[in-house]
């Protein structure tokens, strides 16, 4: 299992940025993906995460009503569109494949692959 993260960069606060995570190496539906990000000295945290099977979104509240996570099941290829970024997204972003619970789907503990990061910067 190979999950590649991609898209990430430096932009301005306000702006919007499209990240992508590209499966290998299981079914689309074996596991539902989602998105980590972590900031210099702070802890990871649970961005966003849809369901495979029944494309189930979940979001962090920092990030409702901004970001929306989405899923190509031809390409193996799970989307994260960031819209009105703020200095504080600031932060490497993970993808992860897992099968959460629905009332943890933000715990990096339930997810067993991990992509290698990006790098998101907002400028204020």
């Known amino acids: 299992v190979q999950l590649q993260a991609s898209g990430g960069g430096l932009v301005q606060a306000g702006g919007s940025m499209r990240l992508s995570c590209a499966a290998s190496?299981?079914?689309?539906?074996?596991?539902?993906i989602g998105w980590f990000r972590q900031a210099p000295g702070k802890e990871r945290e649970g961005v966003s995460y849809i369901r495979s099977s029944s494309g189930q979104q979940y979001y962090a509240d920092s990030v409702k009503g901004r970001f929306t996570i989405s899923i190509d099941k031809a390409k193996k290829t799970v989307y994260l569109q960031m819209n009105s970024l703020k200095a504080e997204d600031t932060a490497v972003y993970y993808c992860a494949a897992g099968r959460p619970v629905s009332s943890a789907w933000s715990a990096s503990r339930m997810y067993y692959y991990w992509g290698q990061g990006t790098q998101v910067t907002v400028s204020s």
């Open positions: 190496g299981f079914r689309s539906d074996s596991f539902g």
